[in-house]
């Protein structure tokens, strides 16, 4: 049973954004029927009941059309809806998705017709069938900047600039080989790489050659951690899969006497398929460059090109809008340069080429003191009073938000 009585404060929030001229967009995140359960029960990004169960889905539905009809009345400059914010769909299926989620749009624009309907990537596959219905496109997105690592026993601290380095060894595949070359020679030492089994399909393994001399052979197909001995005097580091797709955390390099490098993956949440592996040149104080030619960086171009291609190229074909509907997350280990460095980044080319986003943080951005996070950020910026209220906004912070705003 769906009661409307608990909506009166959702009526408050678009009566508000109508009274200051603001745009609100209703997403669902959470599991009907699941309401007070743990957040792994509840999350739609963690349970694929959604799309399984009739029951679940039926309410699902429901609560959309008595949404639509009770904001029929709401000019379309105010009010959108996003249907599920990055939900599970059994088998990642894409096509699941369309089927299931054609017939509420059908219903909601029946009783809503100019009503903005938004869908998200399933896994960053693009479901261009719901686009051809006429629904906008979101994509949930980012960079591992942060210390997701640290979740699984891997200490990493995240930074920016950021390394390229793709988290897919796929065998076969063009550039698939990862090139560690030093700017002298490596000390005796090991190479260590994180492996997460529960992406990878089948027994993948990986080969590490040393100057061309097969140093591991890539045979220990189950471990979770893979690594070998680097000989004295290496120059080069060759490294690629085999037998199957293996998907890696970081990879560690220790050299005794130099500075320890951890390299963790650019797309710890947000994998991409094929990308090719990059010549990284480690220098002995542990810093790092790209070499490649051209150079393979993690920039706006970057960002535009491979992370939201897909769905720009969807949005033209169909007509439709793109809203890049998570930017401001996946930052907690930078300092305050290096936060607003990252998210500038992103703004920036956002502002260029005119696509919508929604900051997904506002504990970033103001909140009472003990709320604000990264608390590392909170300390380094200026906190500004919210006069009447007990809470203070970012000065840095909402000073960037603003100049790309415009």
Known sequence: MID?????????VISWGIKYNLHIMISITGMPCKQNATMQDEGVQSNEELFADDTIFGVFSDYWVMLAKRYADIPSKYLSFELVAEAAV????????????APV?????????QRIVIVNDVGKQIPEGLAKMGACIS??????TVDGLKRVGINYKG?????????????GADRSVLTLRSDSTF???????????????????????ADGVTIYPGDDEESEVIEATIPEGTKELQIE???????????????????DVMLSNHDLYTTNENEPMPTILIRADGTTENIDSPQLVLNGDYFETVLMGKAIECAKKYNVGFILSEVGSDTEDLSLPEYIAYHTEWLKTLQKDHIPWMWNYMDNVCGVKNRMWPEQIKIASTLLPIEG??????????DMLEAYSR
Request: charged share 25%.
């Open 105 to 113: 749009l059908r219903a909601i624009w029946e009783v809503s017709p």
């Open 90 to 101: 059994p088998d990642a299926s894409v096509s699941l998705y369309e089927e299931r989620l």
């Open 4 to 12: 409307e009585s608990e909506l009166d404060q959702l009526d408050e």
């Open 389 to 398: 209220t007990p809470m203070f906004y970012n000065k840095e912070v909402f």
């Open 159 to 171: 930074h920016w600039p950021m390394e390229y380095l793709p988290g897919i060894f796929c065998p």
């Open 187 to 209: 000390a005796e030492g090991t190479i260590r790489f994180y492996i997460d089994r529960t992406w990878s399909t089948g027994k993948g393994g990986l080969a590490i050659r």
């Open 241 to 259: 899969g085999v037998h199957d797709v293996l998907y890696m955390y970081a990879v560690e390099l220790l050299q005794p006497g130099r500075t």
């Open 139 to 144: 994509l949930h997105n980012g960079i591992c």
